[in-house]
């Protein structure tokens, strides 16, 4: 009985510790669920808006480009063919670089005032809060200068 009695006190920290180790488990394990289900639907969202943006893309601008080039040199295109070619493009824009245009198109033109934009992102602007920290700082303000070169030479 003596040696029974001392694995049981030497086992007891242990098995009354396993409740609290079970809770833990279950609640770390279902914040982690929720968590991956979050970021599976962040993800799909991500991937819509990038897919949303190129088709936009597509319509607001590639098809106008196509449409221009077929009435300035004289091409007798519909503008149903227009829009067509014009949507078609996107295949040609699904690479590293062509995500960098889009992204270029929609969001960094219209904030920085440079270069084409799309119609939908026009509006868009640097915030006056954020703008103020900006020239509030030579070294900001430095840095602002030299992302919008480099924005610029890749706008042009």
Do not use: H
């Amino acid at each position: 009985m003596k040696r029974d009695n001392k694995i049981s006190v030497i086992l007891r920290p242990y098995t009354e510790a396993m409740p609290d180790i079970l809770n833990y488990q279950i609640v770390t394990k279902a914040i982690i669920c929720i968590w991956l289900f979050l970021l599976g639907r962040l993800f799909q969202i991500l991937l819509l808006g990038l897919a949303s943006l190129f088709i936009y893309v597509a319509f607001d601008l590639n098809s106008k480009i196509v449409l221009s080039r077929n009435l300035i040199t004289g091409r007798k295109a519909t503008l149903e063919d227009s829009i067509r070619e014009g949507f078609l493009s996107i295949g040609k824009m699904i690479n590293a670089e062509g995500i960098l245009v889009v992204l270029y198109i929609a969001l960094i033109a219209p904030i920085l005032g440079i270069g084409i934009s799309i119609s939908a992102t026009e509006k868009l602007y640097i915030p006056t809060f954020i703008s103020s920290v900006i020239e509030s700082s030579v070294l900001y303000s430095a840095l602002a200068g030299i992302a919008v070169l480099v924005f610029l030479s890749a706008g042009v």
